[in-house]
């Protein structure tokens, strides 16, 4: 009896929930510094907090040791200007970086990476992390270098960024939170926030959570809390009948739990208007087809007829030579391709190598003819092997996936070439074809989060963020670097900081909140259905074209939702349980985004945001942030600056920012 | 084709992401402790593979498989969907192969870059 089919035919009784139930039990836990979230911003951040000598709880909701979005690997480690052989200043990249966001990132967090990525890859190297090319493999390559044996990728010039063999990364991680004494509740979904008398705005005490094996309530008393959950999803697009949780880039258990806890609690919250379409569950496997950028950067691409696809450099000319895809043209300083950062979020300064938009009218003028292939046999033997073998094998989601599944069915690089994905033609002008054709009322949260000052602290005392929690794009080495960073204020704080009090009330509130699904009523409702309902309200009434009349009458729907079918969601297990909680947490986020969508009166091509009722297009008065939070019932907005936190009172440059708030003692690793 | 049929709901879809090899597995539940949505529970019969229970939660990360301290004992399998346009071609023969295919070619036994 192992799959479905031997479970309900088998002729057996339905068997018994595996695990003991303990629905109303209670473990009370105290804390110096808990972490929401064992991922990979969570691990760093309880990691460094613990050496500061703090002491140091984490919460998880799967199981630390492969849990997160990082948690299957990473190839890429960027932002790593401070290694040996970077040309690249933290400043430079920092500035690239948030320039080409159009200032809609967050500069303390993006700057903590470019300072901090290397010492956090040097980190993980002493726990175990394999980040050089210690068995000579790629010797003679160029972009390996002799006496460090670091491999680079992307730009072999400027050499700001690093290929890791990242796949064992997140068992790494976990094994020194164990070495360092670090507490880790895994399979305990994190509910709320506890608060400073139970009221919201105020310091932040600790959090509740549920065990979503047995049910059990826990709660965590925290002098400082730091929120390293992942960011929203589920929230235009839920479908599991299509390829179970296979086509989303985030696993199911990636909702947003954090961005709803710290709204619940008065945080304030920037960009979370932001976002962007998706395919949904339509994406094909990650890494998994053949194309020309991130993980298989520099590939050779042929169509059915064998023909080349044209490489272009950010200037328009025609590259001719495959080691030129990965040397910046004449004249520019450094590229910043991958993880996102190609096409509109890079200035034409530091635009990569690409093979280009026209791509799409080649294919429809019968110029190219598809399908398209990656044809990495015709590619050098190092590049080859980079690409599939060092970057697929170790990037998440590609080591059993695609490495060893398509080798095991033959699948050889150095004879194959592997097919593209067919798609229409315009689908082509994002170099990124896992991703799939996108529907443009399918839609997800870009970079909206914690609104944060230069200890990553939020508006609450005690909050800490990092990660995706924080407003702001990122990657795995940005939530390694911010978690590092984040965990150190939060222990400095919790040092000097009272002891926290739990509000009996608060508590009793989530209780009855946490509990209320296991009742089960005629009308009862299970958690799919109501997260496609709650993403059907998101699709009219928040999708790509949303004005003020939509938006207050979605609000109005969810409230109606939340009184009504929320109420009646129904969990025949622990497990889900969680995934009903994970809906009120959908269901509160898709409010925030439609607070923040009605906070910004004016549309913005930077921030893929269109209002309908306020068509002009980024207007230089709304080049701004506006956050919101709540504030006794009501939604409170304000403005602010893009460069807040080069502004008073925060000193001029990022360097004197960094080092007025700790970052000139970086914590020295494990060794 | 004397059987007993039952009345059952329909199979929630994707069907099979993971393969056990009963020969193989000892039932440890390694996998199950580590997989990140529980998409597995331990078998009620000790030293038996455990039970696929949520296969639509699956998120295909294939940590289950690595972390499997018996190779061979657990398979990933893509859905459909996806793996049915997985395909590529021998550059010097022409002949083309697809994931899935009743007759593949010989698997290609050279590990990942170490």
């Known amino acids: 009896m192992t799959s479905w089919w031997d479970l309900i035919e088998g002729g057996q009784s339905t068997p018994e929930w595996p695990y003991p139930i303990r629905y109303g039990q209670e473990s009370r836990i105290s804390t110096d ?84 990525s290397w010492d956090a890859a040097l980190d993980c190297e002493r726990m175990g992390v394999q980040i050089r090319d210690v068995h000579g493999e790629f010797e003679g390559a160029e972009f390996r270098d002799p006496e460090t044996q670091l491999l680079f990728c992307y730009d072999y010039e400027s050499r700001h960024s690093l290929r890791v063999y990242g796949d064992t990364m997140k068992p790494c991680l976990h094994k020194e939170t164990v070495r360092l004494g ?72 990636i909702v947003g739990d954090g961005h709803a806890m710290a709204w619940n609690a008065g945080a304030e919250l920037a960009g979370m208007e932001r976002s962007y379409d998706t395919a949904g569950g339509f994406a094909y496997i990650q890494y998994g087809v053949g194309y020309p950028d991130n993980t298989w950067f520099g590939c050779t691409m042929v169509d059915a007829r064998g023909k080349p696809v044209p490489w272009f450099d950010g200037s328009g000319r025609e590259l001719a030579a495959v080691r030129d895809r990965f040397l910046p043209r004449d004249g520019q300083k450094f590229m910043l391709i ?46 080859r ?71 990553l602290r939020s508006s609450l005392e005690g909050l800490y963020g990092a990660g995706r929690s924080v407003y702001g794009a990122g990657d795995h080495s940005g939530a390694a670097t ?4 984040a965990g150190r204020r939060a222990a400095d704080y919790a040092r000097d900081a009272s002891g926290p009090a739990v509000d009996e009330d608060q508590l009793e509130t989530e209780r009855a909140r946490v509990y209320a699904p296991l009742q089960k009523r005629p009308e009862s409702m299970g958690w799919k259905e109501l997260n496609a309902g709650i993403c059907r309200i998101m ?39 969680g995934r009903v909680l994970e809906c009120h947490t959908i269901l509160t986020v898709a409010e925030i985004v439609m607070h923040a969508s009605l906070a910004r009166r004016a549309s913005s091509e930077h921030l893929d945001f269109r209002r309908l009722d306020y068509p002009a297009v980024d207007p230089p008065e709304w080049r701004k942030l506006s956050p919101i939070r709540r504030d006794h019932g009501e939604v409170k907005t304000r403005d602010v600056p893009l460069d807040y936190h080069l502004q008073p009172p925060y000193a001029s440059t990022y360097e004197e920012n960094y080092v007025a708030h700790g970052g000139s003692s970086p914590d020295t690793g494990g060794a | 084709m004397d059987r007993r049929v039952y009345m059952v709901p329909n199979p929630p879809m994707p069907n099979i992401p993971l393969q056990f090899d009963a020969a193989v597995c000892n039932g440890c539940n390694v996998c199950v402790k580590i997989c990140r949505t529980d998409v597995l529970m331990p ?72």
């Open chain 1, 33 to 116: 510094v808990l972490v929401l979230g064992g991922g990979i911003a969570g691990c760093h951040a309880a990691i460094s907090a613990a050496r500061r000598g703090a002491s140091v709880v984490i919460v998880e909701k799967g199981h630390i040791r492969r849990s997160g979005q990082g948690g299957a690997g990473v190839d890429h480690w960027q932002a790593a200007c401070a290694n040996p052989c970077s040309t690249v200043s933290p400043e430079e990249y920092t500035r690239a970086i948030v320039d080409g966001f159009a200032g809609y990132d967050c500069g303390p967090m993006r700057y903590a990476q470019c300072r901090e």
């Open chain 1, 182 to 253: 670090i507490k880790t509740y895994n399979r305990v979904m994190a509910t709320s926030l506890l608060t400073e008398d139970g009221k919201a705005g105020v310091r932040v005490v600790g959090a509740t959570g549920v065990n979503v094996r047995t049910g059990e309530l826990y709660v965590f008393r925290a002098k400082a809390t730091v929120l390293a959950m992942a960011h929203p999803r589920r929230e235009w697009v839920f479908s599991t009948e299509l390829n179970g949780g296979a086509a989303t880039f985030a696993d199911l258990n």
């Open chain 1, 338 to 383: 991958g993880g996102g950062l190609t096409g509109s979020s890079v200035t034409p300064q530091t635009q990569g190598n690409h093979i280009d938009d026209s791509l799409a009218e080649r294919i429809r003028s019968g110029e190219v003819v598809l399908p398209l292939y990656a044809d990495l046999p015709s590619l050098p033997a190092h590049e």
């Open chain 1, 385 to 455: 092997r980079a690409i599939f073998g060092l970057m697929v094998g170790n990037e998440g989601k590609t080591r059993v996936p695609v490495y060893e599944t398509y080798t095991r069915a033959g699948f050889d690089p150095d004879q194959d070439m592997l097919q593209a994905p067919i798609m229409p033609p315009d689908a082509y002008r994002s170099p990124h074809y896992p991703a799939g054709v996108s529907v443009p009322q399918w839609r997800e949260i870009f970079g909206g989060g914690l609104m944060v000052d230069w200890d």
């Open chain 1, 482 to 485: 911010s978690g590092r960073y």
């Open chain 1, 539 to 577: 699709q009219d009434y928040c999708g790509q074209f949303r004005s003020e009349e939509t938006l207050l009458r979605g609000l109005r729907l969810l409230a109606e939702v939340r009184e009504a079918e929320l109420t009646r969601g129904y969990a025949a297990n622990p497990h889900e349980l």
């Open chain 2, 43 to 114: 078998n009620p019969e000790r030293l038996t593979p455990p039970i696929v229970l949520y296969p639509d939660e699956c998120w295909y990360c294939g940590c289950c498989v690595e972390d499997c301290p018996r190779p061979g004992a657990i398979m990933l399998v893509h859905p459909l969907n996806q793996s049915v346009v997985v395909s590529w071609k021998r550059k010097k023969t022409g002949e083309s192969f697809r994931l899935g295919m009743k007759d593949p070619p010989p698997p290609n036994t050279r590990p990942p870059a170490r």
